[in-house]
Nanobody
Framework: VQLQASGGGLVQPGGSLRLSCAASGSIFSINVMGWYRQAPGKQRELVATITSDGSTNYADSVRSRFTISRDNAKNTMVLQMNSLKPEDTAVYYC?????????WGQGTQVTVSS
């Protein structure tokens, strides 16, 4: 499974960004996809996950501001991020779990700053 993340950038506080993750390769039976982030000097943390049947899970810090979605037909996953805060600044990574194997995409930088 190969994952390609895109959509990061610089945005002002209160703004929005949309991250996308395209999956290719052996994508059959991908169970869970998700977004994680890592800020400088901090450990990588969960942002949101979505299962193949659409069940979602969010970190408390992003709940009500971020929305994760998945298009199984297009093999893509999207993270819509609204009301961004400076503390959301991090490298964001997409992730997929297929048959108990975890795959990671390359990161995309999100910077929230005025």
């Amino acid at each position: 499974v190969q994952l390609q993340a895109s959509g990061g950038g610089l945005v002002q506080p209160g703004g929005s960004l949309r991250l996308s993750c395209a999956a290719s390769g052996s994508i059959f039976s991908i169970n869970v996809m998700g977004w994680y982030r890592q800020a400088p000097g901090k450990q990588r943390e969960l942002v949101a996950t979505i299962t193949s049947d659409g069940s979602t899970n969010y970190a408390d810090s992003v709940r009500s501001r971020f929305t994760i979605s998945r298009d199984n037909a297009k093999n893509t996953m999207v993270l819509q991020m609204n009301s961004l805060k400076p503390e959301d600044t991090a490298v964001y990574y997409c992730n997929a779990v297929r048959r108990a194997v975890v795959y990671w995409g390359q990161g995309t930088q999100v910077t929230v700053s005025s």
